[in-house]
């Protein structure tokens, strides 16, 4: 599709978005892979009056998150692990510059809500836990827990594919309040929906 097609789509869904405060969220796989679209597209949302949201893994040149910033009015941006060997142990990079791209963003002014994915076992150890809460103290960043659910098995099943390796049990109400509990205890900031 063209940035203008996907335009035309977006704005038929104008009233709903301006009577419920939503808009446009560019998300991927990472959409900065698609930078020039990417860009054109928040651009044009922008200049129509819709609010414009990037969901990034921080994966970019720190070029391109500069450039797009003043198109964006809400990041939600991934932290998935601690130290930067478990982040490419789990995702295949390392998190220096996952790190670097969100100081900048927060030097620009962005803003972010810092998004974390927690798996029971895998990424939820109390060093991640600590370092979330640093960034949430040191750019007054409000984090938001997405926790590990298993609704994909369900799917692949119903879709005719193999189950997905990653076979776990979905993190249950005990499991998140710990997390929680243990983030605020550390002096991070919840997001907190609506």
Request: charged share 25%; hydrophobic share 40%; glycine share 8%.
């Amino acid at each position: 599709m063209t940035v203008g097609q996907v335009m035309d789509l977006v704005l038929r869904d104008r009233g709903y978005y301006e009577r419920s405060s939503g808009g446009l969220t560019v998300s991927g796989g990472e959409p900065l892979q698609q930078f020039i679209f990417t860009a054109e597209l928040l651009q044009q949302a922008r200049a129509a009056g819709i609010h414009t949201c990037l969901d990034t893994c921080g994966i970019a040149s720190s070029t391109a998150y500069e450039a797009i910033a003043p198109f964006v009015d809400l990041f939600l941006y991934d932290y998935k692990a601690t130290p930067s060997s478990r982040h490419r142990h789990l995702t295949g990079a390392g998190s220096e510059l996952v790190l670097r791209n969100l100081e900048r963003l927060c030097r620009t002014g962005a803003r972010i809500r810092l998004r974390c994915p927690l798996i029971p076992g895998l990424n939820d150890q109390d060093e991640h836990l600590r370092a979330i809460a640093e960034l949430s103290r040191t750019y007054n960043l409000a984090v938001e827990i997405m926790p590990y659910h298993d609704f994909g098995r369900g799917k692949a099943n119903r879709v005719g594919l193999p189950e997905p390796e990653l076979a776990m049990a979905s993190a249950d109400d005990r499991v998140k309040m710990r997390w929680q509990d243990r983030l605020v205890a550390c002096g991070a900031q919840l997001y907190q929906e609506g």
